[in-house]
């Protein structure tokens, strides 16, 4: 195996260095249609002449080197920037629709005017996805000129605009979103009872920025349109009490690695007793039990400043790629009002769920798509297998001079922790620049305080001052600037040497560049090759190294510490073979992540396709492309959007209890697609039935009055929101059942007439 492994990496790297040889001769091309000489007014026209050709139907390739050409001398002109060959030989790439792996640094910003502009020639737009509003607003405005120049219009969509100040930005050639947001308009424009209300055309050439983080960290990120929520009551309350009542132990239990937490029998009676409920694993007492499943799961296994941070008495999430504040983020309904009693606080969950949509899925809407990131390599195979995605490796402009140090592995969290201070206190006394990536808030604040104490001034950049956040990345670069960041807080903004200062920025190099420390192994190679890109921007100085402790969460699952017989010191361990088991857990990680991606994949797959079923009759009604009267349109469309939307609610609920078909020795999957297939099927007679009721009420008139009285009508208000999907993986998973509840549960069924399973 390991044999097939090295030949498959030697084809693809002959392949890559193919490739680069193809595009550093594109390059060269590029390089010598030198339009330097050339007055604006020819260059202008000559753009004109581009777009002409485009919309004839030229195609793109023919016209590629002649477009980059532009686009380099625009550049030079407007904002005295000269690509790279490095960034030509990326943008071309990017318009072959690949993923490019550029380094930090190495300017992908520009790299993607080029293909964005080539592909805007059509006169069909162009999206660039970035990682935050921020980015999405700066890049707009600094490469804005070039495309101005050019003749070309360029906008950025920014949440909070209005219907048509978005209409106005993706009208433009090309258009700077984040993911989510471009994907909310998308889920509005999907209820829309009017075009009038629509913002988004027809999805034509996307670049995805920062793309390892929206296709893979992110991409079962369900995004939701909900009405608004309505009262919760003081359910959650309830059982938050109830959960807090029970004792670990005589009542309930965790497993190994406080991932689930289970009743045993003595806590079931424990719970039917003070809930006054009778038996709990009833069919009518379900949600009971799932309530009070969630109010254990918030009170044991989520976690202040660690899961999420109270802030301005709202529950924020955190999210555990970039320790920053998940913004607009929720977790399962249950769980979300769960987590809001736990706290003490009014629940903001609820509200009928409209459409919904995941980030894969949303980005599966665009024909052409490529996407570029500084980490891609590691899971090429991820991203060929769900996007057909082939990543590329495009070489530095300056050969890399970063030195990433071997993990210094300790025994104990104690150790770890003493080391951590004692290095930053010594390397910070020569002032050379410091940034420490931690695994929580809750461990930046330990180590700023321990810092403190050990009189190191540091600023510290977690999910509690995010706002902060461009401001402390620019100074993390200064000499004797100690920044102490949650995973990858700062994202998409580099961190020069000296802060930009040229004066400042030698002496950080002689002192050896920017030292990055990682206090923690993540479960993917690319999160930590995130945290080590930081340092060693186009050609700097730098190094990285992290620090492991034997006690850390992901190595105490695969039972390392065991291998060392107790041994409990505070020097760092030297036995080479750690650090290839610790390599291998990684490697173990992400291929248990991925299957486990592709299993969850298959509960959104098929709702998808549903939706994009139903979708596609609904738009050709509001387009017009069916012949119908005001009124039958209006009519249909306000009940097709009905029974989504129960279908949406039905298959939340079967999925929440589909668990249960794995104790009968059925596939939970398999179980899933059946009864949603089985629903689905019933919905166009629904919408045929309930449509040819109102018509008859409304008896033909298309006076809005009367749309407006009989109430088929767009809800009167909104709200958009993410679901963390994450948790309901701990709620589904049959693990949760002791062998305890599960023979309780038999003994309860067992007398029920020839088991109604399919009334789970």
């Not at 550049?75 to 790279?84: I, S, V």
């Not at 050019?150 to 605009?161: E, F, H, I, P, R």
């Not at 009551?233 to 009490?241: K, V």
């Not at 010594?426 to 604040?445: K, Q």
Request: aromatic share 8%.
């Amino acid at each position: 195996m390991n044999v097939a492994v090295k030949l498959m990496r030697e084809f693809k790297d002959r392949d890559n260095r193919h490739r680069l040889k193809g595009y550093r001769d594109k390059a060269e091309l590029i390089r010598k249609r030198n339009l330097e000489a050339w007055d604006d007014g020819p260059l202008q026209a000559e753009s004109l002449r581009l777009t002409k050709e485009a919309k004839s139907g030229t195609p793109l390739d023919e016209l590629l080197v002649d477009a980059y050409a532009l686009v380099c001398e625009a550049a030079k002109r407007t904002l005295g920037l000269q690509p790279y060959d490095v960034q030509l030989m990326a943008a071309i790439a990017l318009h072959e629709r690949l993923l490019i792996e550029q380094y930090t640094g190495e300017g992908k910003t520009l790299s993607a005017v080029m293909p964005a502009y080539l592909n805007a020639l059509t006169g069909e737009g162009v999206h660039v996805l970035t990682f935050n509003d921020y980015l999405a607003n700066r890049d707009a405005e600094w490469m804005g000129p070039i495309y101005r120049f050019l003749g070309l219009t360029v906008n950025a969509v920014q949440a909070g605009m209005s219907l048509s100040e978005k209409r106005k930005a993706y009208a433009a050639d090309i258009t700077y979103v984040t993911a989510k947001e471009a994907g909310f308009d998308y889920l509005r424009d999907t209820i829309a009872l009017d075009k009038a209300d629509t913002v988004h055309r027809p999805f034509h050439y996307v670049i995805v920025d920062e793309a390892d983080s929206l296709l893979l960290d992110e991409a079962r990120v369900p995004l939701v349109i909900a009405g608004e929520p309505d009262s919760s009551g003081n359910d959650g309350i309830r059982f938050a009490a109830v959960a807090r009542q029970l004792e670990q132990a005589e009542h309930y239990d965790f497993d190994e690695f406080k991932r689930n937490v289970y009743l045993s029998e003595a806590g079931s009676a424990k719970a039917e007793s003070l809930l006054g409920c009778g038996n709990l694993y009833e069919n009518d007492n379900s949600h009971l039990l799932m309530s009070l499943n969630c109010a254990l799961h918030a009170e044991l296994l989520l976690k202040r400043d660690v899961d999420y941070i109270v802030r301005d008495g709202k529950i924020e999430l955190i999210d555990e790629y970039t320790g920053r504040v998940a913004e607009n983020r929720h977790l399962p309904e249950g769980l979300q009002a769960a987590l809001s009693a736990k706290e003490g606080l009014q629940s903001t969950a609820g509200g009928k769920i409209l459409g919904t949509i995941t980030l894969q899925h949303f980005l599966s809407l665009y024909p052409k798509i490529c996407g570029m990131t500084a980490t891609a390599h590691v899971s090429a195979m991820e991203f060929e297998h769900i996007y057909a995605l082939q990543v590329v490796q495009i070489p530095p402009n300056r050969p890399n001079m970063r030195i990433d140090h071997p993990h210094r592995i300790y025994t104990h969290k104690e150790a770890k922790l003493k080391a951590l201070v004692q290095e930053i206190t010594s390397v910070h006394a020569t002032g050379r620049p410091i940034l420490i990536g931690t695994s929580s808030v809750e461990e930046s604040d330990m180590l700023a305080e321990a810092l403190a104490v050990a009189d190191v001034p540091c600023h510290v950049l977690n999910a509690k001052n995010d706002a902060k956040e461009a401001e402390i990345i620019a100074k993390a670069g200064e000499i004797g600037a100690v920044t102490v960041s949650t995973n990858m807080a700062g994202r998409g903004v580099d961190i020069r040497l000296g802060g930009g200062n040229p004066a400042q920025a030698e002496v950080v190099a002689k002192l050896g560049g920017l030292y990055v420390i990682g206090t923690h192994m993540h479960q993917s190679v690319r999160i930590d090759n995130q945290l080590r890109g930081r340092s060693g921007r186009q050609g700097d100085p730098g190094a990285s190294v992290f620090f492991v402790s034997l006690e850390d969460e992901l190595l105490l699952r695969f039972g390392i510490v065991k291998a060392i017989r107790g041994l409990r010191q505070d020097e760092a361990l030297k036995e080479s073979v750690l650090h290839s088991k610790i390599a291998h857990i990684q490697r173990v990680i992400m291929g248990q992540n991925f299957h486990i991606r592709q299993e969850l994949n298959s509960y959104s797959d098929m709702v998808e396709e549903q939706r994009r079923m139903l979708y596609e009759e609904r738009l050709g009604i509001l387009q017009g492309e069916t012949p119908m009267s005001p009124s039958e349109q209006r009519v249909r469309l306000y009940y097709i959007d009905k029974f989504w939307a129960d279908h949406l609610a039905y298959a939340s609920y079967i999925r929440e209890s589909i668990h249960l078909t794995s104790l009968v020795k059925r596939n939970p999957i398999d179980e899933f697609h059946a009864q949603i297939i089985q629903a689905y099927e019933q919905i166009s007679a629904q919408i045929n039935e309930e449509s040819a009721n109102m018509l008859a009420k409304l008896g033909g008139s298309n006076d809005p009055a009367m749309w407006e009285k009989f109430g088929l009508k767009s809800p009167t208000s909104t709200r958009t929101y993410i679901i963390n999907d994450q948790y309901n993986q701990y709620l589904q998973n049959p693990g949760s059942w002791s062998p305890g509840t599960i023979i309780a549960y038999w003994m309860r069924k067992i007398l029920r007439p020839v088991f109604g399973w399919s009334k789970f």
